[in-house]
Structure formats: structure tokens, C-alpha cells
């Protein structure tokens, strides 16, 4: 089940720049916060950016400096800045929302595939 979309994943050559989107379902309330990962291929999922409700930010070391993450005003639609792109960055993003009492409802998208290559 889809339950997240996003938007806004390519190919790109290295030091190139995305912008991914993703919308939270209309069905969601309270969203405590909204993010990013990414999993590329053989490894495991990591976290790579979050937002909260109160506009506060957080990256991972790897992208930092490189990645910008941001909300819309009506706080339902959240975006990934990616630039200086490097191979390392191809991997699989996918979006994830918690929401609810104690952000305990949590919502994944289906992903969108990143690559970087020359």
C-alpha cells in the first residue's frame, strides 16, 4: 500500500543537484514530523534528514552541508534539496511521516530511485 508520494527522484551526472517531494496522504493529522532515508542497493536503510513540526532540522553527517530539507506552508508536503550529488548518494529515498498521538503513526512511500553516475 502506497501510502506517501513522492516525487522527484533521476538520473544524474556527479555534483548535480534533485529535488525530491513528498506529500502526506490527506487522511493523516498531528504530523510530528516528516523525513528522509535511503537504502542503496545491498545495504541497509539509513536515515538521512528529518523535519519536525516546529520547522527544526536534522542531518545525517553524510549529507550535511549538501542537503536541504523543508516544508510547505500547509506542512503537508516535504522536500529534499539534494546538491554537490555524489555516486555515494544513489540509493533508494523513500519518505516517512509519523503523526498522530505520540507520532506512533507512522507512513512510508514507495520510494524514488536516485543515481548518480558519470
Known amino acids: 500500500q502506497v501510502q506517501l508520494g513522492e516525487s522527484g527522484g533521476g538520473s544524474v551526472q556527479p555534483g548535480g543537484s534533485l529535488r525530491l517531494s513528498c506529500t502526506a496522504p490527506?487522511?493523516?493529522?498531528?504530523?510530528?514530523?516528516m523525513g528522509w532515508y535511503r537504502q542503496a542497493r545491498g545495504k541497509q536503510r539509513e536515515w538521512v534528514s528529518s523535519?519536525?513540526?516546529?520547522?527544526?532540522?536534522s542531518y545525517a553527517d553524510s549529507v550535511k552541508g549538501r542537503f536541504t530539507i523543508s516544508k510547505d506552508k500547509a506542512k503537508d508536503t516535504v522536500y529534499l534539496q539534494m546538491n554537490s550529488l555524489k555516486p555515494e548518494d544513489t540509493a533508494m529515498y523513500s519518505c516517512?511521516?509519523?503523526?498522530?498521538?505520540?507520532?506512533?503513526?507512522?507512513?512510508w512511500g514507495q520510494g524514488t530511485q536516485v543515481t548518480v553516475s558519470s
Open positions: 490527506g487522511f493523516t493529522s498531528n504530523v510530528c514530523a
Open positions: 516517512r511521516t509519523d503523526s498522530g498521538w505520540r507520532c506512533r503513526d507512522t507512513y
Open positions: 523535519i519536525l513540526a516546529d520547522g527544526s532540522t
